[in-house]
């Protein structure tokens, strides 16, 4: 029995960290996609994790909230920050710095 709940909790980790590297995988190319077609600089070439936590939402039901940061530029010098919010895989949201 207990290498039963040992399989399965390697299972449920593995399955999640699947779905983490999906999400980071869609937010990166969210934020680059988003910088080329606005004509911005994408700095650093990716997206960083900056909070996840459990969340519901009437539409979309239960599951984790994850909220990416990643950095532009306008001009080559200024940096700005953007943000991604996903709720599970789906992206709920993309923020840009308005100024």
Same mark, same amino acid.
């Given at each position: 029995? !207990?290498? &039963?709940?040992l399989l399965l909790?390697? !299972? ?14 869609? !937010?990166?190319?969210?934020a680059r996609q988003?910088? +080329? %077609?606005?004509?911005?600089?994408? &700095? ?5 994790? +900056? ?13 984790? +909230? ?13 940096? %700005?920050?953007?943000c991604i919010i996903? %709720?599970?895989?789906?992206? !709920? ?7």
């Amino acid at each position: 029995m !207990a290498s &039963l709940t040992l399989l399965l909790i390697i !299972a449920l980790l593995v399955w999640f960290w699947q779905v983490s590297q999906q999400c980071h995988d869609t !937010a990166v190319e969210l934020a680059r996609q988003t910088c +080329k %077609h606005q004509g911005l600089q994408f &700095l650093d070439g990716t997206a960083t994790l +900056k909070s996840i936590r459990p969340y519901f939402s009437r539409d979309n039901g239960p599951g984790l +909230k994850r909220t990416y940061t990643f950095d532009y530029s306008e001009d080559g010098v200024d940096r %700005h920050s953007g943000c991604i919010i996903m %709720h599970n895989a789906q992206v !709920a949201s993309l923020l840009l710095d308005s100024e």
